[in-house]
């Protein structure tokens, strides 16, 4: 009776095929961060929401846009937040990673150009299964403040360590 399981396999393996030409992620909020001139990197942040029945994970990243993409994360490290560059991100199936200031984010270095605001910036996603997936997202100003949640609120016109 062994029938019924190649045909069983035989299905398995047309519905595989067929998900695999679907883009894995659904890609929201994707901006990368506005930086003034003469600046070598910048950040970009999205909404990675994985729709299906199986953990797809990010292994690498490319843009035009800079020389190279690397995919970081902020960890307290004896009570001071480090940026450390992370060999992946999962996004569990079913689930969803957040990459936002102050956590998961992709770090473009060596930018090629100046990013100017309104400008959209090609990114390609690369996952550990050997696919890809393509987004632009739009150059934004990102302001954020060390207490918490509420950066959104905090005032453009202040600023960090102005040499004074």
Same mark, same amino acid.
């Given at each position: 009776?062994?029938?019924?399981?190649?045909?069983?396999?035989?299905?398995?393996?047309? %519905?595989?095929s067929?998900?695999?030409?679907?883009?894995?992620?659904?890609?929201?909020?994707?901006?990368?961060?506005?930086?003034?001139?003469? +600046?070598?990197?910048?950040?970009?942040?999205? +909404?990675?929401?994985?729709?299906?029945?199986?953990?797809?994970?990010l292994?690498?990243?490319?843009?035009?846009?800079?020389?190279?993409?690397?995919?970081?994360?902020?960890?307290?490290? @004896?009570?001071?937040?480090?940026?450390?560059?992370?060999?992946?991100?999962?996004?569990?199936?079913? /689930?969803?990673? *957040?990459?936002?200031?102050?956590?998961?984010?992709?770090?473009?270095?060596?930018? +090629?150009?100046?990013?100017?605001?309104?400008?959209?910036?090609?990114i390609?996603?690369?996952?550990?299964? =050997?696919?890809?997936?393509? %987004? *632009?997202?739009?150059?934004?100003?990102?302001?954020?403040? /060390?207490?918490?949640?509420?950066? *959104?609120?905090?005032e453009? /016109?202040? +600023?960090? =360590? @102005?040499?004074h």
């Amino acid at each position: 009776m062994m029938l019924p399981r190649t045909l069983l396999l035989a299905t398995g393996l047309s %519905l595989v095929s067929l998900s695999a030409l679907a883009d894995p992620l659904n890609i929201e909020d994707a901006q990368v961060r506005a930086v003034p001139p003469g +600046s070598q990197a910048s950040a970009a942040f999205m +909404s990675l929401k994985n729709p299906g029945e199986q953990d797809v994970v990010l292994v690498d990243a490319y843009s035009p846009a800079a020389d190279v993409l690397e995919l970081h994360n902020h960890e307290d490290v @004896d009570g001071v937040m480090q940026m450390r560059q992370v060999p992946q991100i999962v996004v569990p199936a079913g /689930g969803a990673a *957040e990459l936002a200031p102050g956590g998961l984010h992709l770090m473009l270095i060596g930018l +090629s150009a100046p990013l100017e605001e309104g400008e959209l910036v090609e990114i390609e996603l690369r996952f550990e299964s =050997g696919t890809s997936q393509r %987004l *632009e997202a739009p150059v934004k100003r990102i302001v954020v403040d /060390g207490g918490g949640q509420h950066g *959104e609120k905090h005032e453009q /016109g202040h +600023s960090h =360590g @102005d040499g004074h």
